[in-house]
């Protein structure tokens, strides 16, 4: 099922429309999504980067994550809100953050990443998969999979 949302930054500087037959929507616990995102973790829906179309351009930042990988987070550079990251240099995927979308409903986390670094005052929710580091098994609502080996968060 195809699967179609939309959202943009705070101050409007920046929008995007995902239309995706493949998504994953979860949670990242790592202390680089932390300190990014000034907040208790990260909550974003991985898409395909054909399947998404930026109107505006974002600031990039880049640096080496938890994992080990590259990772870049793309924000606005007016009003500084947060919108995606994805592996860097691939790019082939962009993991959407789940606050900035138009409806905040639309999300619907099955999955935690990084839970060894939780913050102590974010209950855990049993319903979800947690995984102590990134995926270790491929994981997706639809194929092809996330490949733990290439999107590690
Ligand atoms: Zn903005
Ligand atoms: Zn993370």
Redesign the pocket.
């Known amino acids: 099922m195809t699967e179609t949302f939309t959202g943009g930054c705070l101050c409007g500087a920046i929008t995007y429309r995902a239309e995706a037959d493949e998504t994953l929507h979860y949670l ?7 300190r990014f995102g000034g907040a208790g ?2 909550a974003a829906i991985v898409v395909a980067a054909d399947d998404l179309t930026v109107h505006g351009t974002p600031k990039v930042f880049t640096n080496t ?3 080990g990988r590259t ?1 870049a987070r793309y924000f606005c550079s007016d009003c500084g809100g947060h919108l995606f ?1 994805s592996p860097n240099p691939e790019a082939t995927r962009f993991s959407v953050k789940a606050g900035t979308l138009d409806d905040p409903t639309h999300f619907q986390p099955k999955h935690e ?2 839970r060894q670094s939780r913050a102590d005052w974010i209950e855990p929710d049993a319903s979800r998969e947690l995984f102590d580091q990134g995926f270790t098994r491929p994981v997706s609502i639809g194929a092809p999979a996330v490949d733990p080996d290439q999107d590690k ?1």
């Open positions: 990242c616990h790592c202390t680089h999504c932390q973790y990260h994550a938890d994992s990772i990251t990443i990084w968060f």
